[in-house]
């Protein structure tokens, strides 16, 4: 019989993080030990009879054998179908889009997103439920107390199943279907955008960069730029996904995407550079000589959105993640819309999107999305920028400075401290936590504290608390300090301090930020003794 069960024995540390299982490559080459977590998943998930899956991933090293492993368990689990990107390529918003039109009872993801990858980095695996989002933190902890009580594997006897041509072949009860990875979601961005717009704008000789460093997004951006939009060869470098990733860290910001800043300030610089991580659902926006923080790129996207087709006749609210700056809470006062708050990781935007509540969102990692997909998504934000441009004729940096002379600047900062010992990590946040009682109302480092808790968020569709989600340090100038470990890393810890101030004054708006923003450092250090917990006296990276 070609469907087997094998006896297996738990792993420690399965937990899934803020995006899912990530881990190191060679953790996950231990035997069984992705065949464990896709068990208790599918343990804990409802007869698969009649039921579609989608399997798609980001093309790192280690792909296909898990997709190998994936397809061969997913049959004897009994699903009907499942749907394969070719040659095992589907982006992160890829996914959601396509479980979405074919209505799947659910997807597989492999990625560790914004990670190395190659023999020594970073893989990944993230399940996402039927509305095309991440699964909710009920099912992610029905799934990892699921990887301590395994005993058994089901899994089907049979040869790898060819994923580079398209077609539909059969592996035991279940269709495999290897589908086209681009067509479902450009179908999607093409019923949002004013596509005529953008195709005259690059017909004028607009010049957009768009580096999709050497990761999945690259198929994604040349189709729809080079093709559907008609921009020049070429606008989209690194575009064929490698499964090292060049030996690069395809995490767009600034310092890890420096080569696309380098030519953003050059002399003779494009209009716009744009860059998207591993699993492009990340998105970078640039100007020329002008860096967009991820925060304001969102307030733009929510302040202009009826401008865009798909948003035409406005935003019924917008969402961001607790550590991403108020600039789009702003907007949303001035537009009479909701704003919603809520904790890291876009599994909590889900709900939102379902229950009609909001139709943007994002985080200050460089994520933005809207409720066509449940995951965020890089080009989509990169082709409402392009659709901003083109209809109201501004730079990206007009459209920045315009939002700021309304709002004031939200000069913000991210700073990591990365790889700290966990002890150390642990022994920082604790103390931190507990002196938060006695905070408010106190000055330190000069600065007049209103308020110090610890984030906890009651989801307002289900009513699920998330709490410790992130200590933050209010001061009555609405100027904020946050403090949380990373969900994401696969090295010791990874503390994140997130700093911003309000600055209404445009004489003032154009001091560098990590200048603008020395006495919250100073605070930060104050409270949190970060120097002395990690024996560092800078951040790793700053961005
Ligand atoms: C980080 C970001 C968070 C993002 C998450 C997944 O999580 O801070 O905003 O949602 O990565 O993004 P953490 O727990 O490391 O801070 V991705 O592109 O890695 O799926
Ligand atoms: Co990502």
Known sequence: MPIITLPTTPFDGQRPGTSGLRKKVTVFQQPRYLENFVQALFDVLPDAAGQTLVVGGDG?????????????????????????????????????????????????????????????????????????????????????ARTLQLSELHTADTPDVALDALGTSRLEGTDIVVIDPVSDYAEVMRGLFDFAAIRTLFAGGFRLRYD???????????????????????TVVNAEPLEDFGGLHPDPNPVNAEDLIAHLFADNAPDMGAASDGDAD?????????????????????????????????????????????????????????????????????????????????????????????????????LFWLNLVATTGQTVEQLVRAL???????????????AIP??????????????????????????????????????????????????????????RVVFRLSGTGTEGATLRVYLERHEPNPARQDLPAQEALQPLVALAEAVAKVRAFTGMDRPTVMT
């Open 422 to 479: 966990t002890d150390k990590a642990d022994a920082l946040m604790r103390e931190l936590r507990a002196a938060l009682p006695t905070l408010g109302g106190t000055t330190v480092a000069g600065l007049p504290i209103a308020l110090a808790d610890d984030f906890a968020y009651t989801d307002p569709v289900d009513g699920s608390v998330s709490q410790k989600q992130g200590v933050r340090v209010v001061l009555t100038d609405g100027s």
């Open 404 to 418: 700021w002379k309304e709002h004031g600047r939200c000069v913000y900062s991210r700073h990591d401290y990365e």
């Open 60 to 144: 790192r090293f280690h792909n296909r054998v898990a997709i190998q492993t994936i397809l061969r368990m997913a049959a004897a689990k009994g699903y009907a179908r499942v749907l394969v990107g070719q040659g095992g390529i589907l982006s992160t918003p890829a996914v959601s889009a396509v479980i979405r039109k074919h209505g799947a009872s659910g997807g597989i993801v492999l990625s560790a997103s914004h990670n190395p990858g190659g023999p020594d980095g970073d893989f990944g695996i993230k399940y996402n439920v039927a509305n095309g989002g991440p699964a909710p933190e009920k099912v992610t902890d029905a799934v990892y």
């Open 212 to 234: 999709a460093m050497w990761a999945v997004g690259g198929p994604y951006a040349k189709a729809l730029l080079e093709g559907a939009l008609g921009a020049p060869a070429g």
């Open 282 to 382: 990340r998105n970078m926006v640039v100007g020329r000589k002008f860096v967009v923080s991820p925060s304001d790129s969102l307030a733009v996207l929510a302040a202009h959105a009826t401008r865009v087709p798909a948003y035409q006749a406005g935003l019924a609210g917008v969402a961001r993640s607790m550590p991403t700056s108020t600039a789009v809470d702003r907007v949303a006062k001035a537009l009479g819309i909701p704003c919603f708050e809520t904790p890291t990781g876009w599994k909590f935007f889900g709900n939102l999107m379902d229950a009609g509540k909001v139709t943007l969102c994002g985080e200050e990692s460089y994520g933005t999305g809207s409720s066509h997909v449940r995951e965020k998504d890089g080009l989509w934000a990169v």
